[in-house]
């Protein structure tokens, strides 16, 4: 089944430039959409970015719009979310999500663990 596992997180500058990565080891998710979300404390869990499941229509939240990059590479099972030009208000817990796209959101079946991306002002 679908296992997420993200890497990449961590701490960045503001203006910096920080790139995601989700796996699925349990080489699964061939046929599912592909998304990136964020939480910060006290907030919710807001959307950032998503991909079809073969690679050819991305969405993204108007925050992450012409700054982040979402990517897949369907033969390694994995996903990438490339964030330039960081923001201190870019800071939280990103979750890396398996599922289906429906008129443009994702309906997420699976979640990963999550990955902590902090920048700092």
């Known amino acids: 089944q679908v296992q997420l596992v993200e890497s990449g997180g961590g701490l960045v500058q503001a203006g910096g430039s920080l790139k995601l990565s989700c796996a699925d080891s349990?080489?699964?998710?061939?046929?599912?959409?592909m998304g990136w979300f964020r939480q910060a404390p006290g907030k919710e869990r807001e959307f950032v970015a998503s991909?079809?499941?073969?690679?050819?229509?991305?969405y993204y939240a108007d925050s992450a719009e012409g700054r982040f990059t979402i990517s897949r590479d369907r033969p390694k099972y994995t996903v990438f979310l490339q964030m330039n030009s960081l923001k201190p208000e870019d800071t939280a817990v990103y979750y890396c999500a398996a599922g289906d796209l429906r008129v443009g959101a994702l309906k997420v079946v699976h979640w990963g663990q999550g990955a902590q991306v902090t920048v700092s002002s």
């Open positions: 349990g080489r699964a998710s061939g046929p599912y959409a």
């Open positions: 991909i079809s499941w073969n690679g050819i229509t991305t």
